[in-house]
């Protein structure tokens, strides 16, 4: 997979917005940008991934850079709920569907 | 709808001891199927991973093994239980689309204490 890179940590409060950025100096042209979250004492799960656009679902937006060298998953809305580890992965496509879980971002909630 | 099962939920064993966990998926076919571990405060660890029935790759060279006796099912073994083999393991399977990448739904883990 190509490396990513997320701070170890951010914090912010309930209801307000939140960025969590990405660095993926080395991606290719064919890499899909994965986000996936942990919350304690549980699996991780899928939140949204991006190819080239911006994205949007019901959980997050994905911004992505013109040059796809970086990105950011945008919470709105940032709840305690929201508090969790969060991932950055380009993952193989192909054959296997390979994840590579690093160490993601800690996102701690304030109330 | 699909579901992924892993039993037990905990478990404590001592050192030396075997080691089988399973993972069971419903709701899919041939789907391809995945063990990770979590040690204690550190990030996810694939250590398997199985494309189809008795096709299986090893991640990370360890004394613990993996098999795939039917196409949804997934157990993880191990013929002695080393103290460093505690931690949180996964089981996941994956799908991919292109309008929603690739999605892995995990299990709710087993947490094994070596002691």
């Known amino acids: 997979d190509a490396k990513t890179t997320q701070p170890n940590s951010m914090e912010s409060n309930e209801e307000e917005p939140v960025h969590l950025p990405c660095n993926h100096s080395t991606i290719s042209g064919t890499d899909y940008i994965h986000w996936y979250r942990q919350l304690p004492s549980q699996g991780p799960e899928y939140v949204i991934h991006g190819l080239t656009s911006n994205v949007n679902n019901r959980m997050a937006s994905l911004a992505i850079a013109e040059d796809r060298k970086s990105s950011t998953l945008i919470l709105h809305r940032a709840t305690l709920r929201d508090a969790a580890v969060y991932y950055c992965i380009l993952p193989i496509i192909q054959g296997a569907q390979k994840l590579v879980f690093g160490q993601g971002t800690r996102l701690t909630i304030n109330p | 709808s699909q579901t992924i099962h892993q039993w037990p939920a905990t478990l404590v064993q001592p050192v030396g001891s075997p080691l089988s966990l399973e993972c069971t998926v419903e709701g899919t076919s041939n789907p391809n199927l995945y063990w990770y571990r979590q040690a204690a405060g550190r990030g996810l660890q694939l250590l398997f991973y199985?494309?189809?029935?008795?096709?299986i790759s090893s991640e990370v060279p360890q004394n613990l093994s993996a098999s795939r006796p039917q196409d949804r099912q997934f157990i993880l073994s191990s013929k002695k239980l080393l103290l460093s083999d505690s931690g949180f393991y996964l089981c996941?399977?994956?799908?991919?689309?292109?309008?929603?990448?690739?999605?892995?739904?995990f299990g709710p883990g087993t947490r094994l204490t070596v002691t």
């Open positions: 996941a399977w994956s799908r991919f689309a292109r309008d929603r990448g690739i999605e892995q739904y």
């Open positions: 199985s494309v189809g029935i008795g096709q």
